[in-house]
């Protein structure tokens, strides 16, 4: 069974910094390529980042680029996100998800809630 | 940046069909997949490569991708798909997501 959780989210102060992890099971991690999708209290869902099964290619979200860094171990089957210089906007629950066929997120975690306030 | 629109609500009649639209530029030249999403839950995907459905969504759930808009069709609509669905684009060109701003189905 294919298995995504997530750990690290919390309460933060603004400015702060947090990692977010992403354990994963039950597939070949190594070979599928991953997301960070988020999704703000009573909002839609907001892609956030992307990185290849080796980790060679990254791309972020605008509204995270230079704040947020995704990386992968795949000796230990899991994604992480930092993330700093964090915002009050930045506060949601966020999912990392696998991509598979066409770019599809196949499976999702349930998520972790960051929330970011003073 | 590219943008994609739905309608923020779609009611239907248990029984009958539901369309939910998805309009973006050359929306067509992309793979567009669907989500739904239950209150508390995590997104589920039902439509992946426009119109593939994954193992386990049933026969019910549709899709349909050309020119501008695509089209996530659920026929004869059980009180269970009560959801948000997203649709969600992927540019090939630029290896970037995109997800559209969500349809709210009421059956």
């Known amino acids: 069974e294919v298995q995504l959780v997530e750990s690290g989210g919390g309460l933060v102060q603004p400015g702060g910094s947090l990692r977010l992890s992403c354990a994963a099971s039950g597939f070949d991690f190594s070979n599928y390529e991953m997301n960070w999708v988020r999704q703000a209290p009573g909002k839609g869902l907001e892609w956030v980042s992307y990185?290849?099964?080796?980790?060679?290619?990254?791309h972020y979200a605008d509204s995270v680029r230079g704040r947020f860094t995704i990386s992968r171990d795949n000796a230990k089957n899991s994604l992480y996100l930092q993330m700093s210089s964090l915002r009050a906007e930045d506060t949601a629950v966020y999912f990392c998800?696998?991509?598979?066929?066409?770019?599809?997120?196949?499976?999702w975690g349930q998520g972790t809630l960051v929330t970011v306030s003073s | 940046s590219y943008e994609l629109t739905q309608p923020p609500s779609v009611s239907v009649s248990p029984g009958q069909t539901a369309s939910i639209t998805c309009s973006g530029d050359?929306?067509?030249?992309?793979?567009t997949s669907w989500y739904q999403q239950k209150p508390g839950q995590s997104p589920v995907l039902v439509i992946y490569q426009d119109s593939s459905r994954p193992s386990g969504i049933p026969e019910r759930f549709s899709g349909s991708n050309s020119g501008n808009k695509a089209t996530l069709t659920i026929s004869g609509t059980q009180t269970m798909d009560e959801a948000d669905y997203y649709c969600q684009a992927w540019d090939s060109s630029t290896t970037l997501y995109v997800f559209g701003t969500g349809t709210k189905v009421t059956v």
């Open positions: 050359n929306l067509g030249d992309k793979f």
């Open positions: 990185i290849t099964s080796r980790g060679t290619t990254i």
């Open positions: 998800a696998s991509a598979g066929i066409a770019a599809a997120l196949d499976y």
